[in-house]
């Protein structure tokens, strides 16, 4: 068996109240690698197409990677996939923190859990032991008090958490699991999915460090961080959110829904303000140096507990710009609340935002709201809306659903107002500003996702970012507003390169190039490896990914973006700039021809199913045409 890997999976069967373990193959690891990889094999291998996603007989996967838990800066990540609730498809969602690392040294690469248990339960796992315990005790607590009291029961301070809160056990579409109470596997309702399964925590423990193969060479690549500083220098400084300003500027940042170009407040919001107004300290992730981490705390206007964190720019933008809301405290109580009761704060923000431009609009009126003047700019009632979301009440039980189906609910054009694709509402960027990102929103397998998707600004000037991808062929600067098969081409690489890192499970943060990424690779396990084969594994994922929503019924009309971004922004430096439907569809396509998919169907050619040794998805692909 490669280093890096245990090569075990647990799964627990919580209809029959089971556990067991199965081996992993090195030949499988090579294949699927980890993390997303994982995920995507095992939803289309075992899922019956077709299932509720909170029924039973979905799957909740947690995967680690190779490097996970190794003695490297970013390796203290996890991936978590299921069928998601939001979307009805492919749903993968990634998170930090100490939880993977842990769940490493306990002797596992992955859990599978399937079927539903009968009563409230959490699952313990020590030291390669693992135990489904009774979790009734639980139910309808915080993630705070979660984890202060399975750590208390167990004896073990260090024992690592990983829960659901309120939004996860009221079936909210885009609850989240919380690691460590401030980190967060965000999007596509996976907190959602553990909830259906009364599941309400994983604890971990282990002691067994994992074995590398290379360890003089991987510490190289910790040399190599902690003397390029510089290069993470604004994270380790301010953590997300240092750009703010600069994004206001530029057009980057949601204002009122996606709406708006202009919006003077940012400077009491962003990073910097946190810093010089509610920042106790900066902490980072297991083994990482960049330690790019709010903490945050107060007590007045209402107290804020400092063992939630502190927000990170999507939650300063969604809660914040996106509402309207200049209030800081208010946006650090309402990640405080979300982390609470483990939901999403991207899409609880955009859900509020949409909220309020139909409340603007008089789509939503007082008497839909409880009373509540749920407008653009209101903390009080932002606060408020978060509750009852997470508690499936009044107003909130519509907005818990996800802003697709609240719109289609509500009607009268407030179909046009819901910022999502495929029923994931939008990170917190702007496709009007950045080309490529429109791209991705359109064609991610789990919507519009930021993470796993291009930056346009990074590359249209000299810099690392290019330095990075000249290797693939991409000499030259690209405008960030350019739709060619040049940026198409770009959008693909970059696309891959997050997949890799998704896989391996390894942050995004960390300025690794793909070369180097395949030498940590090659250092953690032994292979003999190359970038070649790492971005053919990344192809493999999301072609996977890909088969598994066309199976569940998406096509590639369902590629598309909201119609606000083809509508220049009311004011600002976006004021005469929209995205072209033509323009986008032309990329659309072509990328599908790149990637070796059907130039007009997006399904993936027999061809290319075979060529990425996964032809076992033939038959699949056969009965969607």
Request: net charge neutral.
């Amino acid at each position: 068996m490669a280093a890096g890997y245990n090569s075990k999976i647990l799964r627990a069967n919580l209809s029959d109240n089971s556990v067991s373990v199965e081996p992993l193959d090195e030949l499988f690891c090579r294949r699927y690698l980890g993390g997303a990889g994982f995920i995507s094999y095992y939803l289309l291998r075992e899922l019956r197409h077709e299932i509720d996603p909170l029924s039973p007989e979905n799957k909740l996967i947690f995967a680690l990677g190779p490097v996970t838990g190794v003695q490297l800066p970013g390796s203290g990540r996890n991936c978590i996939g299921s069928k998601s609730p939001l979307t009805g498809g492919f749903g993968k969602s990634e998170v930090g923190g100490f939880w993977g690392a842990e769940l490493k040294r306990a002797g596992y690469d992955a859990i599978i859990i399937e079927g539903k248990a009968k009563r409230p339960v959490y699952l313990r796992i020590h030291d390669g032991e693992a135990s489904i315990e009774d979790g009734s005790h639980l139910w309808g607590k915080t993630t705070k008090e979660t984890q202060h009291v399975i750590r208390a029961e167990l004896g073990d301070s260090l024992t690592r958490v990983a829960t659901i809160g309120l939004g996860g056990e009221n079936l909210v579409s885009y609850a989240c699991i919380v690691n460590d109470l401030r980190n967060f596997a965000g999007r596509g309702g996976m907190g959602a999915v553990m909830g259906s399964k009364n599941l309400k925590a994983i604890a971990v423990r282990g002691h067994k460090a994992p074995w590398v193969a290379e360890a003089e060479r991987l510490k190289e690549f910790r040399k190599w961080v902690l003397a390029n500083m510089q290069l993470v220098e604004g994270f380790h400084s301010l953590g997300t959110g240092a750009a703010m300003e600069y994004y206001e500027a530029k057009g980057n940042l949601p204002i009122r829904n996606f709406r708006d170009g202009i919006f003077p407040e940012v400077k009491m919001i962003s990073a910097q303000a946190i810093k010089d107004t509610i920042r106790t300290k900066m902490e980072g992730c297991f083994a990482c140096p960049v330690r790019c981490k709010k903490v945050v705390k107060f007590e007045e206007p209402f107290p804020v507990d400092s063992d939630y964190g502190g927000p990170e720019y999507e939650t300063l933008a969604a809660l914040g710009s996106d509402c309207g809301i200049g209030n800081l405290k208010a946006i650090a109580k309402g990640n405080e609340l979300c982390s609470a009761y483990s939901l999403d704060t991207i899409s609880v923000g955009s859900a509020i935002a949409f909220a309020m431009e139909c409340f603007e609009n008089r789509l939503l009126t007082v008497q839909d709201t409880g009373g509540i003047e749920l407008r653009f700019g209101n903390a009080e009632a932002m606060l408020k809306i978060i509750d009852l979301i997470a508690r499936r009440e009044g107003i909130g039980d519509l907005l818990a659903n996800g802003t697709a189906r609240a719109a289609r609910k509500i009607g009268r054009g407030a179909e046009d107002l819901a910022i999502q694709v495929k029923g994931l509402e939008a990170g917190m960027h702007e496709p009007r500003l950045k080309a490529g990102l429109g791209l991705g929103f359109a064609v991610n397998p789990h919507g519009a996702d930021h993470a796993c998707n291009l930056h346009d600004d990074l590359f249209s000037i000299e810099g690392q970012e290019l330095d990075g991808v000249r290797p693939l062929g991409i000499l030259e600067p690209i405008p960030g507003q350019e739709f060619s098969p040049r940026k198409v081409s770009l959008f693909r690489y970059t696309q891959q390169n997050r997949i890799i890192r998704d896989s391996l499970v390894l942050c995004q943060f960390l300025p690794y190039d793909y070369e180097q990424i395949a030498e940590i690779l090659s250092a953690v396990t032994g292979w003999k490896t190359g970038v070649v084969e790492i971005l053919k594994m990344a192809e493999r994922t999301l072609t996977l990914a890909r088969v598994f929503n066309m199976r569940e019924g998406f096509t590639a009309a369902d590629d598309r973006i909201p119609k606000r971004f083809f509508q220049a922004k009311t004011n600002g430096a976006l004021i005469d700039s929209s995205i072209d439907p033509n323009q986008l569809d032309k990329a659309k396509h072509y990328y599908y021809v790149l990637m070796g998919w059907d130039e007009e169907t997006g399904i993936p050619t027999p061809e290319k199913l075979e060529e990425l040794d996964i032809a076992w998805v033939i038959p699949q692909i056969e009965s969607l045409k």
